[in-house]
């Protein structure tokens, strides 16, 4: 490798474990899957805009967006400021209430308004609380981050919580051992990550064929219901009550004012009803749902802001003046917030 990919490398990969932090979405076969589905159903419109966004041509575009679907869990979401953006704590007990968990937008359900809008309406002047690493021009930031929230909102333990940071708290009694190099899936959360995902993959195929044999579905007549971002959190929440904590027997713990886990469920393991392969492949069907799902669900989003005037690429030159602009005020440097 020759130094300056060495040291890019390097850079990538401290930036992955700083921002290492409770929460993650789907894995990036999850991800991935998401965006290559919804690449195969963009509008000619759309397609065209998604790929003069990321700089590359049609035949580049599913490419592209699967690059991008796992861009956001690449950067240090600490330093950039998105640590929340990727998820909502709605608890699993009572009726599904969103109240005051968004407070400043900083949840999965606002950031992906958030990123629709500026799309739509070609906002300016985005930026990160630090640059991130690696580095993409800022209409392809926000891009990513809709590609990857819609992704992450259809993730179950990404709109639930039951005083354990959305199963993060939660350790299997017995690790899930993997054959192909990757680490132990060693708690609750990362269960729905991925082995639930390479659950499907093992019926469906690669990445690509999962990908493929979902749009099948679509085109021989598969009906998704397009709803909007907080159906789309409530659906999540219900099937996390049914599949992981019904589904589980796992005991109900009080919420915590700062997140933190619940006292006595760090000790807690699920022994009344194991987490092995039976468990995943009970609910292939509801992830294979979800995917599709949001796969589907993305792509209308995109063929409808790109329409007309949205999702216009800005040219090079106004980049290069939003970055003369921040260096002549760097203090000035900030997070925009929800319009």
């Not at 629709?116 to 991130?132: C, Y």
């Not at 891009?143 to 992450?152: C, N």
């Not at 619940?262 to 509801?286: F, H």
Request: hydrophobic share 40%; proline share 5%; glycine share 8%.
């Amino acid at each position: 490798m020759h130094r300056s990919g060495a040291i890019r490398f390097a850079s990538i990969a401290l930036s992955c474990l700083l921002a290492a932090g409770p929460v993650w979405g789907w894995g990036r076969e999850g991800h991935r899957i998401v965006a290559l589905l919804a690449a195969k159903n963009l509008s000619p419109t759309a397609r065209a805009k998604v790929a003069a966004i990321f700089g590359t041509d049609d035949a580049g575009v599913e490419a592209a967006m699967a690059a991008a679907s796992t861009w956001p869990d690449e950067i240090n979401r600490n330093a950039t400021g998105t640590a929340n953006w990727h998820f909502i704590n709605v608890p699993v007990t009572g009726p599904f209430s969103v109240g005051t968990l968004c407070a400043q937008h900083d949840c999965v359900i606002d950031r992906i308004t958030e990123m629709e809008d500026r799309l739509r309406n070609n906002r300016t002047g985005f930026m990160l609380k630090s640059e991130p690493v690696p580095a993409r021009p800022m209409i392809s930031q926000e891009l990513a981050f809709l590609i990857h929230f819609i992704g992450d909102i259809h993730q179950p333990l990404h709109v639930s919580n039951d005083g354990d940071q959305g199963g993060n708290c939660v350790r299997l009694a017995q690790p899930l051992t993997h054959s192909d190099g990757r680490r132990d899936t060693t708690k609750l959360h990362a269960v729905w990550d991925t082995d639930e995902v390479i659950s499907v993959m093992k019926v469906l195929g690669d990445e690509n064929a999962a990908a493929a044999a979902l749009y099948r579905r679509l085109r021989d007549g598969a009906a998704i219901a397009q709803l909007t971002p907080l159906d789309w959190a409530r659906e999540s929440n219900d099937l996390a009550r049914k599949d992981i904590y019904g589904k589980l027997n796992i005991p109900h713990y009080d919420e915590t004012a700062d997140n933190s886990c619940a006292p006595g469920i760090a000790e807690l393991s699920i022994k009344d009803a194991s987490v092995d392969q039976s468990y995943l492949d009970s609910n292939r069907a509801d992830v294979e749902e979800r995917l599709m799902q949001a796969g589907i669900r993305l792509s209308n989003v995109l063929n409808q802001i790109c329409a007309g005037s949205g999702c216009e690429a800005h040219p090079g030159a106004e980049q290069a003046g939003e970055q003369a602009q921040e260096q002549a005020a760097p203090t000035e440097r900030r997070r925009v917030d929800f319009p």
